[in-house]
């Protein structure tokens, strides 16, 4: 059962901005930690934005690629993540997804079902 919807995606050019939003399909998570991830062909699904449960202080992470362009939120009370990115390369290039790992732990895991993800496509 697909646990989360992602949208946001599209084609923008280098330097544009996009705004992801994951949403769960079913209340409850409240105090996991939530992770945006992407995947590129041909290479292992990366970590890209982890945001921690709200026990955790929810303190946000980044990968070092993405780290002051994108930014990692949560819509309070409701189970919505948003991916607020700007300055995109195309090295952005990618299909995203979102995931909740284990409830009330400091690191972001994953956990199947994955989503169907959306893609950003960076390209002039």
């Known amino acids: 059962q697909q646990r989360f919807v992602e949208s946001g995606g599209g084609l923008v050019q280098p330097g544009g901005s996009l705004r992801l939003s994951c949403e769960a399909t079913?209340?409850?998570?409240?105090?996991?930690?939530w992770g945006w991830f992407r995947q590129v062909p041909g290479k292992e699904r990366e970590l890209v934005a982890c945001?921690?449960?709200?026990?955790?202080?929810?303190?946000?992470s980044y990968a070092d690629s993405v780290k002051g362009r994108f930014t990692i939120s949560r819509k309070n009370i409701e189970d919505t993540v948003f991916l607020q990115m700007r300055d995109l390369e195309p090295e952005d290039t990618g299909l995203y997804y979102c995931?909740?790992?284990?409830?009330?732990?400091?690191?972001?895991?994953?956990?199947?079902?994955w989503g169907q993800g959306t893609q950003v496509t960076v390209s002039s």
């Open positions: 079913r209340s409850g998570f409240s105090n996991y930690p």
């Open positions: 945001l921690l449960p709200i026990t955790r202080s929810s303190i946000p």
């Open positions: 995931n909740a790992g284990t409830r009330g732990d400091s690191r972001c895991t994953a956990n199947e079902p």
